[in-house]
């Protein structure tokens, strides 16, 4: 199948797929006139793909995690998981900065709004 069909059945965008190509998650093979051309396993692989990206996996996370779909083992298995434990500590990490950060925001909202108060209270005099 050509690239706008893929784009079509995976429910993604024909740039996607050629991003997918160009961070080596994704390949197809080339028609003489330069034209690229799928199989139908490539709509599960590009569904997968975006599962992966919905997950918060960068492309290069997902190159990472590849091995384990192309060429499943033990060996590959392990060492996907144990990356995904790496990012799902990472997104925590994160998501513990984000708290920080909004609870930060939050005491400086506090402020703001006891200072408005002060300028109301003075204002009324």
């Known amino acids: 199948?050509?690239?706008?069909?893929?784009?079509?059945?995976?429910?993604?965008?024909?740039?996607s797929l050629r991003y997918y190509e160009e961070q080596g998650?994704?390949?197809s093979i080339r028609s003489?006139?330069?034209?690229?051309?799928?199989?139908?396993?490539?709509?599960?692989?590009v569904t997968f793909i975006?599962?992966?990206?919905?997950?918060?996996?960068?492309?290069?996370?997902?190159v990472e995690l590849l091995p384990c779909v192309d060429a499943?083992?033990?060996?590959?298995?392990?060492?996907?998981?144990e990356r995904m434990a790496q990012e799902h500590d990472r997104l925590s990490r994160h998501i513990d900065e984000l708290?920080?950060?909004?609870?930060?925001?939050?005491?400086?909202?506090?402020?703001?709004?006891a200072h408005?108060?002060?300028l109301r209270a003075t204002a009324a005099c």
Do not use: C, F, K, W
């Open 1 to 15: 199948m050509r690239i706008g069909e893929l784009a079509a059945r995976a429910g993604v965008s024909v740039r």
């Open 25 to 27: 998650l994704l390949s």
């Open 32 to 45: 003489a006139s330069g034209q690229r051309h799928y199989t139908d396993d490539d709509v599960e692989r």
């Open 50 to 62: 975006q599962r992966l990206y919905a997950a918060g996996l960068s492309s290069r996370t997902i």
């Open 72 to 81: 499943p083992s033990e060996e590959n298995s392990d060492a996907a998981l």
């Open 99 to 113: 708290i920080h950060t909004r609870d930060a925001l939050e005491g400086l909202m506090a402020t703001n709004r």
């Open 116 to 118: 408005r108060e002060t």
